[in-house]
């Protein structure tokens, strides 16, 4: 299921995307369009290249890219570095959120901020903003003056990332399990929180998730399966709501498709944030 959108629209579109991980082949030609301001939910079997997927679009250096290509605004993705990819609008929220001691939140995300922007944020804007995010994503008032991540539980680190995609605005967000370890309350505040940005900022979503709950929450209009490094279906929320009641094994026998032995998860520890922003936070040093 694709729309169809306007030239102006910032669209991503991946084209036969192979991706290897230590030599060993993840992802076998995947294609994917995903146009300004919609959201796509990605799901699959754990170890069939949903995490690869969000890092290879992203730039992580574990990752590389043996075929295809990736486009986002009418530019060639691959050829960005990390921090590029950033600035020009991608983030990923991560599914393993990094520890940064030494750098607050609000000096990471002020320096965020200001690589985006011709002329410095001020001071009492960026508080301003601040304050508000941290009251959306109802934490504790310290949050800006904490080192980033650092003796955060787990479902607070989530939070935090929702935190970096509010201040951040970016035109299209990656959320990788970003609903894993959130308490009912929280996957409701988390949720409401990236509908909220969704609406303001005709942001794009791409939602990788297990959890029919949090899509419901967010609605994504589409839904892709991913199978054994590919694409292997594409639906509507009817999609990810039958593999909430029914599971997977229906996809393998109606389509024919043989179940590969399991691949290790990744665990992906980049955030996004860190790697735009690394050369100005060095520079204050």
């Known amino acids: 299921m694709i729309s169809e959108k306007g030239d102006d629209m910032k669209t991503l579109e991946i084209s036969n995307l192979h991706v290897s991980?230590?030599?060993?082949?993840?992802?076998?030609?995947v294609d994917l369009i995903v146009?300004?301001?919609?959201?796509?939910?990605?799901?699959?079997?754990?170890?069939?290249?949903?995490?690869?997927?969000?890092?290879a679009v992203m730039g992580d250096p574990r990752y590389t890219v043996t075929e295809g290509s990736i486009i986002y605004d009418g530019k060639d993705v691959l050829k960005m570095p990390v921090n590029e990819r950033s600035i020009a609008g991608l983030f990923l929220g991560m599914q393993y959120p990094q520890e940064i001691?030494?750098?607050?939140?609000?000096?990471?995300?002020r320096a965020a901020i200001?690589?985006?922007?011709?002329?410095?944020?001020?001071?009492f804007q960026f508080i301003k903003q601040m304050d508000k995010t941290i009251s959306d994503l109802q934490m504790n008032e310290?949050?800006?003056?904490?080192?980033?991540?650092?003796?955060?539980?787990?479902g607070e680190k989530k939070r935090n990332e929702i935190v970096q995609l509010e201040m951040l605005k970016p035109s299209l967000a990656m959320l990788d399990e970003i609903d894993s370890g959130l308490d009912v309350d929280a996957i409701k505040i988390v949720a409401d929180a990236i509908s909220s940005i969704r609406k303001e900022n005709n942001m794009s979503l791409i939602i990788v998730s297990h959890y029919e709950r949090f899509l419901e929450l967010i609605r994504p209009e589409f839904t892709h399966v991913l199978v054994n490094g590919r694409?292997?279906?594409?639906?509507?929320?009817?999609?990810?709501?039958?593999?909430?009641?029914?599971g997977y094994d229906w996809i393998y026998s109606d389509y024919g498709i043989e179940p590969e032995k399991q691949q290790k998860q990744e665990k992906t520890r980049?955030?996004?944030?860190?790697?735009?922003?690394?050369?100005?936070?060095?520079?204050k040093k």
């Open 142 to 154: 310290d949050l800006a003056h904490r080192f980033l991540n650092e003796g955060f539980s787990g």
């Open 101 to 109: 001691p030494g750098v607050t939140n609000s000096d990471f995300l």
């Open 231 to 246: 694409i292997a279906l594409n639906g509507g929320p009817e999609l990810y709501e039958r593999i909430d009641k029914e």
């Open 114 to 123: 200001n690589v985006r922007r011709e002329t410095p944020i001020s001071l």
């Open 270 to 283: 980049i955030s996004i944030g860190s790697c735009a922003v690394r050369e100005s936070l060095e520079g």
């Open 35 to 55: 146009h300004q301001g919609e959201a796509h939910a990605l799901m699959g079997p754990n170890g069939n290249g949903k995490s690869t997927l969000l890092a």
């Open 21 to 29: 991980v230590e030599d060993k082949e993840i992802l076998r030609g």
